[in-house]
């Protein structure tokens, strides 16, 4: 068996000398530069409540309509002022659709909200936090390619006018 060749290393070669090229030295400092303006931009720290995940069969309220667009702009901005990419949803804890949408500030703006279960999003791999006041949850994505996007949508049924308003104003 002939012996195996070995080439000596020439130092001004970054990939022979073991040193990271000039590009890739670039990529990694505006990678760090990008994870500390992530840091320096979250507004608040998220406020989680001590609180026992509501039952599977809890009715989750989300208040306009879902779409995709509308989805990348709220976790966006949730993750902006939080740190955590999120949308905003609330629950029907003790007490009926119609009467959450009824005493909810952050649902009467609405009209027409979306619902789903904490059952239904458990079982798509979704994290509900208990955050800010009660009924308020923070769903949590763990990113916003197409297939999360996709799933979160089919946990919802789809619009109906929020009961909450008189009229259907």
Excluded at 118 to 126: I, K, N, S
């Amino acid at each position: 068996m002939a012996p195996a060749r070995t080439r000596a290393r020439h130092p001004d070669n970054p990939r022979e000398s073991g040193e990271p090229s000039a590009k890739q030295a670039a990529t990694r400092a505006r990678s760090q530069e990008a994870q500390e303006a992530t840091v320096a931009l979250v507004q608040r720290p998220l406020q989680l409540r001590a609180e026992q995940p509501p039952d599977d069969a809890v009715v989750v309220i989300r208040g306009g309509v879902l779409h995709p667009t509308g989805i990348e702009r709220a976790a966006t901005r949730s993750f902006r002022l939080l740190g955590v990419l999120g949308l905003s949803v609330e629950a029907a804890i003790g007490t009926s659709v119609l009467e959450a949408c009824r005493h909810s500030e952050r649902l009467a703006p609405y009209a027409h909200v979306q619902l789903s279960s904490f059952g239904r999003l458990r079982v798509a791999g979704f994290v509900l936090l208990a955050t800010f006041d009660h009924p308020h949850f923070t769903l949590a994505l763990p990113d916003l390619s197409e297939l999360t996007v996709a799933r979160l949508l089919g946990c919802f049924d789809g619009p109906v006018p929020n009961p909450g308003r008189a009229g259907g104003r």
